[in-house]
T-cell receptor, first 114, second 113 residues
Framework: AQKITQTQPGMFVQEKEAVTLDCTYD???????LFWYKQPSSGEMIFLIY??????QNATEGRYSLNFQKARKSANLVISASQLGDSAMYFC???????????FGAGTILRVKS | NAGVTQTPKFQVLKTGQSMTLQCAQD?????MSWYRQDPGMGLRLIHY???????DQGEVPNGYNVSRSTTEDFPLRLLSAAPSQTSVYFC????????????FGQGTRLTVV
């Protein structure tokens, strides 16, 4: 069975600093995809970044990067130069298994302080 | 470009009532899913579909039915609403392969009293 674990219910970061949001996953599949989504207070789900299980390099998208450590089954999101608008809930998710189901973790609330 | 459209945005039901949450997408996506979001539990998969005529259960299917008669539509039916089904419901669609992100609707906030 697929499982995503996000152990940080909430995080604070100072504006302009970098922050790492933790994500570990569990699957018996060799082929899988890892995703991060942002959910601001308005409620919509915004796709941030993707990492494939066979990708050798860590994914980057602007200020977002994914620190992929396959042996440790971790896929941490790094946000550089935090902005006030980064305050939101962040979800780690994995696509694997029958039907390529997308399964989510419990989320981490990030608050950026000025 | 509408993307994924969910209706209604808000709904209040009495215990025992039934209703259908609508979801439609105009991107010709094969894969569609329903999730519920509850505080501290993230998004949990209710049902999903890999194409018209094909549906399967997710993590929390009890109390919900789905059908997929067309590629575009994936309605979620609550058969007999219970207070435990008070939640925010999201519909999502994607092309399906491993590396494709899901596109989400705006959500439906359902309260069962």
């Amino acid at each position: 069975a697929q499982k995503i674990t996000q152990t940080q219910p909430g995080m604070f970061v100072q504006e302009k600093e970098a922050v790492t949001l933790d994500c570990t996953y569990d699957t018996s599949d060799q082929s899988y995809g890892l995703f991060w989504y942002k959910q601001p207070s308005s409620g919509e789900m915004i796709f941030l970044i993707y990492q494939g299980s066979y990708d050798e390099q860590n994914a980057t998208e602007g200020r977002y990067s994914l620190n992929f450590q396959k042996a440790r089954k971790s896929a941490n999101l790094v946000i550089s130069a935090s902005q006030l608008g980064d305050s939101a809930m962040y979800f780690c998710a994995m696509r694997a298994g029958v039907g390529n189901k997308l399964v989510f973790g419990a989320g981490t609330i990030l608050r950026v302080k000025s | 470009n509408a993307g994924v459209t969910q209706t209604p945005k808000f709904q209040v039901l009495k215990t025992g009532q039934s209703m259908t949450l609508q979801c439609a997408q105009d991107m010709n996506h094969e894969y569609m899913s329903w999730y519920r979001q509850d505080p501290g539990m993230g998004l949990r998969l209710i049902h999903y579909s890999v194409g018209a005529g094909i549906t399967d259960q997710g993590e929390v299917p009890n109390g919900y039915n789905v059908s997929r008669s067309t590629t575009e539509d994936f309605p979620l039916r609550l058969l007999s609403a219970a207070p435990s089904q008070t939640s925010v419901y999201f519909c999502a669609s994607s092309y399906g392969p491993m590396n494709t992100e899901a596109f989400f609707g705006q959500g439906t906030r359902l309260t069962v009293v």
